[in-house]
């Protein structure tokens, strides 16, 4: 098994409803999020494989919507 580790994303892109979230997690998706990762001011394309997400906290920011999985 994996280590476990907090990944706090800044989301570019429209970002996806906790609904949607949710969904990703139970059916186990492997979903495409542009985003900027802490520490770094370069968008890029991350793959989640959200079957390894426990859980996801969505927070508004003044520069978009940040993700914590």
């Not at 800044?10 to 900027?36: C, F």
């Not at 890029?44 to 927070?59: I, K, M, P, Q, Y």
């Amino acid at each position: 098994m994996g280590q476990t580790m907090d990944w706090k994303l800044l989301l570019q892109d429209e970002p996806p409803s906790e609904d949607q979230l949710a969904t990703w997690m139970q059916n186990g998706a492997v979903a495409r999020l542009l985003v900027v990762e802490q520490g770094s001011n370069e968008p890029h394309t991350l793959l989640v494989n959200f079957s390894l997400v426990v859980a996801a906290r969505v927070v508004a920011t003044t520069r978009g919507r940040g993700v914590t999985f």
